[in-house]
């Protein structure tokens, strides 16, 4: 059974940091990426990482954000500094197994999604 359990979620102010985390249990993966949504809104791409520890991320948090991985420990992070009131939504860690520069954001093409945590950055 596949799973992808997130942590780290929580209210800060801006400017602020925060870390999530996301366990994947029971897959291997090629792609691990985190999303995010705010209400009314399609879930937008934020970061993603290949096993092989190949980094992207989106120019709204370049310089911002990093994510990072544990591959013993199957976990991956996003580490999110100097956050913004509009960093503010629903984080959400995803995972695929195929490879694809075209579609690395794209929330469609990912398989197996955890069931988020909430990031609220006050001004």
């Known amino acids: 059974q596949v799973q992808l359990v997130e942590s780290g979620g929580g209210s800060v102010q801006a400017g602020g940091s925060l870390r999530l985390s996301c366990t994947a249990s029971g897959y291997d993966y090629a792609y691990m990426g985190w999303f995010r949504q705010t209400p009314g809104k399609g879930r937008e791409g934020v970061a993603v990482i290949t096993r092989d520890g190949s980094a992207y991320d989106v120019d709204s948090v370049k310089g911002r954000f990093t994510i990072s991985q544990d591959n013993a420990k199957k976990v991956v992070y996003l580490l999110m500094k100097s956050l913004k009131p509009e960093d503010t939504a629903m984080y959400y860690c995803?995972?695929?197994?195929?490879?694809?520069?075209?579609?690395?954001?794209?929330?469609?093409?990912?398989?197996?999604w955890g069931q988020g945590t909430q990031v609220t950055v006050s001004s």
């Open positions: 995803a995972a695929k197994g195929t490879y694809s520069s075209t579609t690395r954001f794209a929330p469609e093409s990912y398989k197996y």
